[in-house]
C-alpha cells in the first residue's frame, strides 16, 4: 500500500491523542446522513476514533465526542443536522461534548456561516477533502481549545492506508472513486465532492482481498459515478498503473470477480451514458457480479433529462435497457426518478410513469425535487408548486408499490439463495438474508448460519420482504 507522508503524519496524531486523553477509553456518537459514500466515510471516522481510544456508544448522554457526517443532496438533511445541534448545547455546557461536524453540507458557505453564527459552540468543522485529517484536527481541537475549520475547495487527493472501522462483518463497501464530473442541472454533489478521480487498481484489489480473507462474501464498489472508473486519468493521462489487468471499470469487475472467498459483487451508482459494451459483457460473464443492476433514470421525459443535463434519451434509456436484458440473463434493475424537476409538465411526468410500467423495476427511491443553492436548477424560473411535485410523488409511488407486489409474486415458490445477514430487526428469533436481487427474506434458522449463502423456498410475499424456508 502507498502510504503517504500525509498518512504517516496523521497517524502520528492518532498516537497524540491517545496520549492527550491518558490512553483512557473515551465514548463518540456518530451521525451519518446521505448516501453509502458518506456511509463509508463514516466507517473511516471510526476507524481512527477507535485507534484514538475512542468507543461507540448509541447514548449521547454519555458521549466525549459527537461526530456528524452531513447530507446536502436534498433539503431536510439541513433541519435535521440544526435540530441534533440545538439538542447538544446543553451537553456542551455541562460536560465539554467536543462537537465535529463533517460531510458534504460542510463545503456549502451558508451552512458554515449559519453554525459560526448560530451554534458557535461546535469545536470542529471539516470538509470532504480534510476527512483524513481528522486526527490532527481532534488534536488540535483538544490541545489549543480553540473553535476550527478545516475545509478546502481544492480536490482532495486520495490517501490509503488510514485504519477503518467497519459496521458489517459480511457485507463490506470499498470506495473506488471520488467526486463527478456529470454536473446534473439539480444535483449539489459536484459542487461539494469535487472532480472525479479514481483509486488506483492495486489498492483497490489489495482491499478487496484482504477482505476475503476476514470472511466478507459481500463487496459493494462504490462512486458517484462507478462506470467512468479511471475514465479521466485515461482521457487527461493521469499516471496510473494498472494491475492485474485493471485498467477500467469492466476490467475492475473481472479482476473482483477472480478474488477467492468473495461471493458477490455489487456496485452503484453507474451513469446510463457511460454504460458500455464492455461493462453488459463483463455482468454477464462474471458470475459472482449480482444481476441486480442500478441505473438512475431521473425522469422519463427526453426534454426533461436534456434540461437535467442527463446526456441520454428516453428512448436511449430504454435501448440501453434491452441491450442489457438481452445479454445479462435474469437481469433485475432498480433506479432513482425525481419529480417535479423545473418545467415538468403533466405530460412529461406521464413519460416517468411510462418508462417504469415499461421496465417493471424492482426497486424505485423516489424523490421530490429540492432545490439546491449554487446548481442550475435552481436558477430556473419555472419550478413547480409543492403541492403539484407532492401529487405527482404519490402517483409515481403508488403505481411502484403495485409493481413491486406484483413482481413480489413471481418469487414466491422458487428457491433464492440468500446471504444471511444476521437477526431480524423486529423479531429476535427469526433471521434475515438477500437475494442476489437484494430482496430482503427473513426466515426461521439457525444463528450459526449467519454469514453463509444458503438456499432458500420463498413461501410469501409482504410488500418490503419475502419470507422463507430453508
Ligand atoms: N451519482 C449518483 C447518485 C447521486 S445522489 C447518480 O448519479 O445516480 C442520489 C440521488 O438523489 C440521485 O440519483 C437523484 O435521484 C437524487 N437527487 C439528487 N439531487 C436531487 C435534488 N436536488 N432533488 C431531489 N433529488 C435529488
Ligand atoms: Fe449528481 Fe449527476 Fe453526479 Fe449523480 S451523476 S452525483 S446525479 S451530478
Ligand atoms: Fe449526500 Fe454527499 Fe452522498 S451530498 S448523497 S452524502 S455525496
Redesign the pocket.
Known sequence: MNESEEIKRQKQYIQKVKEMNQNKRLKYTILTMGCQLNENDSEKLCGMLEQMGYDRTENQKEADLALFNTCCVRENAEDKLFGKLGELKRLKEEKGIIIAIGGCMMQEKHITEKIKESYPFVDILFGTHTLHKFPENLYKALKEKKKLKDIIDIDGEIYEGMPIKRNSHIKASVTIMNG?N???T??I??YVRGRERSRQPKDIIDEVKDLAKQGYQEITLLG??VNSYLRVEQEKNIKFEAYEGVHSFATLLKAINKIEGIERIRFV?P?PKDFTDDVIEAIATCDKVCNLVHL?L?SGNSKVLKEMNRKYTKEQYLALVEKMQKRIPNLTLSTDIIVGFPGETDEEFEDTLDVVRKVKFEQVYMFIYSRRMGTPGDKMENQIPEEQKHKRFDQLKALVESQIQENNQKYVGTIQKVLVEGESKNNKDLLTGRTDSNKVVIFEGNKNLIGTIQNMKIVSEHMWYLKGEM
Do not use: I, L, T
Request: hydrophobic share 15%; charged share 0%.
Open positions: 463527478c456529470n454536473f446534473c439539480y444535483c454533489v459536484p458517484q459515478n451508482s451513469h438512475p431521473q
